[in-house]
């Protein structure tokens, strides 16, 4: 599952027109009420300053970014990301030729670009306040740790200091937080059960990492 072919192939199966959502787990109407409180943390009230950048990894056509471009009271820089030139061809055509979507706040912008999430080489260290993975580590773990791996440290290095990253995934906490402490990378985890959805338990791993591993990283 963490194989681009296959999902190029998903994608354009999926999206012949490049227009049709398709999300992994479930969709922003799920998450809207965490992730808008995760960015009034972030971003309280009386915010100053350039737009808060989120970056959403290995978003293929979900609504998720959409969303919280369209409903954020904060600015925002969006920054949607995947390996599939198919997914980010349909997200970019579903922008330009679907219904238009105003963001709630003027200075909000939306962005979807190809890359792979192992090697964030477009994002400069220390850059962005909140970054996203909903079940995009669980489809790199199917084929071992490294390239999962890859990915934790990268989101970290890109983090500003006192930014988070969160992890969205139906995986249990005995198989989650162990990776996750293996990794060693000096980061604080925060678990929050999302709720049930079709009988299955979903889970929002919050990763907060220490001020000195934040310098550490920013200086890779």
Do not use: N
């Not at 999902?7 to 787990?25: A, E, L, N, V």
């Not at 600015?75 to 599939?84: A, Q």
């Amino acid at each position: 599952m963490g194989d681009r072919v296959t999902w190029d192939s998903f994608y354009s199966f999926r999206s012949p027109g490049g227009s049709s959502h398709f999300d992994w787990f479930f969709g922003y109407d799920f998450l809207r009420v965490f992730l808008l409180s995760l960015l009034r943390d972030l971003a309280p009230d009386g915010h100053v300053g350039p737009p808060l950048r989120v970056l959403d990894l290995g978003c293929g056509t979900s609504d998720v970014g959409l969303g919280l471009f369209r409903d954020s009271p904060h600015p925002l820089l969006v920054s949607c990301v995947d390996r599939s030139v198919p997914a980010v061809l349909a997200m970019c055509s579903h922008l330009s030729e679907g219904p238009p979507v105003t963001p709630r706040h003027p200075d909000s912008h939306l962005e979807y670009t190809h890359g792979d999430v192992t090697d964030l080489r477009g994002f400069a260290s220390a850059s962005v306040g909140l970054v996203l993975d909903k079940g995009t580590l669980d489809a790199l773990l199917r084929t071992g740790t490294g390239e999962a791996r890859m990915m934790l440290q990268e989101s970290l290095r890109v983090l500003q200091p006192g930014g988070k990253l969160v992890q969205l995934t139906d995986e249990d906490p005995d198989a989650r937080l162990p990776f996750l402490e293996e990794a060693r990378l000096g980061f604080s985890v925060t678990l929050h059960d999302l709720g049930d959805r079709d009988g299955i338990s979903y889970y929002a791993y919050i990763v907060t990492p220490s001020p000195c591993s934040a310098m550490q990283q920013g200086t890779k």
